[in-house]
């Protein structure tokens, strides 16, 4: 038996193999779990119906989720007073229902407004102060009829220009800067518990930006206003260059008390799609979880639609697409391998 004994000894003695520690996680949802963060997705609601394979792929890849378009305002009160919650019901239910965090996208953004507000205030039949009370409705209805099921609101967004300024909208031109105060009160007064954010892109790069949303960002924090976090879109191109200090920039914000999320990421490329540009979309997408597990306030890592099948991208962007973890048919891209092989902090 001694040599059974001595040949033990030594196996057990010997280096651990290179997959020792935790198993390499087989999804999404357990590479969130390993890194303790919340991966999300925007979520295309027709798809969510009536797409069998999307949605088999949205429950069991996700644990946070964000509507792409329906609590936007123009969904949610297409006419005046006449609320449609249809659509954002459906996708508060399959989370509830998936085990999934819900991040509500946005209560304050200058476009996809209702067609019934604009043209009122351009011809002035809703003056500034019925226009308060009409903001003050909207964030509080819509933050009420969802409190306790929303993790995080978006409460303002893009709120501040490429240059820097104040971003000319019919909130800041009617109602001044005081707007973006009052909107994270009355959110929070509607739901005490939520998360409330300042969400903006090209917020990773653009110092300008930066600058003004840090001081912005203080100046609330110092009147008392109720400020949880800021996200960062993540609307990435491998046509330019990655934002290599994306980190430290987190490191600033979550340095003033607040919570860091990834909340709108994608990677698009001029099409066509080669092997090569696959690989730079793939270094992207792992570059951008790096960075957020490198600072322990970025809590959350959302992509802007996970399928090319449903991107934004070729709409907004001519000539360019491609930009998401699973491809058309839903099979993973590199992007997808590449976010599985980030280790654990």
């Excluded at 409705?137 to 969802?146: E, L, N, P, S, W």
């Excluded at 949880?228 to 980190?247: E, M, T």
């Excluded at 070729?314 to 000539?319: E, S």
Aim: aromatic share 8%; hydrophobic share 40%.
């Amino acid at each position: 038996m001694k040599p059974l004994i001595i040949a033990l000894a030594l196996v057990l003695a010997l280096p651990a193999p290179a997959y020792a520690g935790p198993r390499p996680p087989r999804d999404l949802r357990e590479l969130a779990h390993q890194h303790g963060i919340r991966i999300g997705t925007a979520v295309d609601i027709a798809a969510l119906r009536g797409e069998a394979d999307y949605r088999k792929v949205l429950n069991h890849q996700f644990n946070h989720v964000t509507a792409e378009n329906a609590m936007k305002w123009e969904s949610v009160e297409p006419e005046r007073g006449a609320y449609t919650w249809a659509d954002a019901d459906a996708l508060v239910q399959n989370a509830r229902r998936n085990r999934q965090r819900v991040r509500g996208h946005t209560l304050v953004w200058h476009n996809q407004l209702p067609a019934w507000l604009t043209a009122g205030v351009a011809d002035g039949s809703i003056a500034p102060a019925e226009l308060r009370r009409i903001l003050r409705d909207h964030i509080t209805t819509q933050v009420r009829r969802y409190k306790g099921k929303i993790r995080a609101w978006d409460v303002v967004n893009e709120v501040v220009e490429e240059d820097g300024s104040l971003r000319q909208n019919i909130w800041l031109t009617h109602l001044g800067p005081g707007y973006i105060a009052d909107a994270f009160r009355w959110a929070h007064r509607a739901d005490p518990h939520a998360k409330l954010f300042i969400n903006d892109y090209n917020l990773e790069w653009n110092a300008p930006k930066i600058e003004t949303t840090l001081s912005l960002v203080k100046d609330l924090q110092a009147r008392g206003v109720p400020i949880h976090g800021v996200g960062f879109q993540g609307h990435l191109g491998i046509q330019y260059d990655y934002p290599g200090d994306w980190a430290n920039v987190m490191r600033r914000f979550a340095d003033l008390g607040l919570e860091i999320a990834v909340t709108e990421l994608d990677v698009r490329m001029v099409l066509p799609v080669t092997p090569e540009k696959l690989t730079t979309q793939a270094d992207y997408y792992r570059r951008a979880l790096t960075d957020c597990l490198s600072v322990e306030a970025c809590k959350e890592l959302t992509v802007w639609g996970f399928t090319d099948r449903h991107s934004w991208v070729p709409g907004w962007f001519d000539g360019e697409g491609a930009a998401c973890l699973l491809d058309e048919d839903l099979a993973p891209k590199p992007a997808y391998r590449a976010l599985l092989g980030v280790r654990a902090r």
